[in-house]
């Protein structure tokens, strides 16, 4: 018998949107950071675009078959990438040089 036949489907669920929550909290922990940094963004652009991806696959995903846990907090994890993105766009077009 396969152990995860007996997990109910909602116990399943409410998992998932736990796990996909407490990663959404990492995500917001670095949208935070890098908004607070006045340092120039060490993260890529081809990075944080390829997450904006990962996040809009899984959340459609989730919506084509009806999981809330993929949907939802796939949907706020695109929502961070986002202002990450827009984060790091901006730090990328800020003359540092212009400190010196």
Not at 50 to 79: D, K, M, P, Q, S
Request: charged letters at 15%; proline letters at 3%; aromatic letters at 16%.
């Amino acid at each position: 018998m396969n152990f995860l036949e007996v997990v109910p489907e909602s116990i399943f669920e409410s998992i998932g949107i736990f796990a996909g929550l407490s990663a959404c909290v990492v995500v917001g922990i670095q949208v935070l950071k890098e908004y607070k940094s006045k340092m120039p963004s060490s993260l890529s652009l081809s990075f944080v675009y390829g997450w904006i991806f990962i996040y809009a696959f899984w959340a459609l995903y989730g919506i084509r078959f009806e999981a809330v846990a993929l949907w939802l907090t796939n949907a706020i994890a695109l929502v961070l990438q986002i202002a990450l993105c827009v984060v790091v766009i901006k730090k990328r077009k800020i003359p540092w040089q212009a400190d010196k």
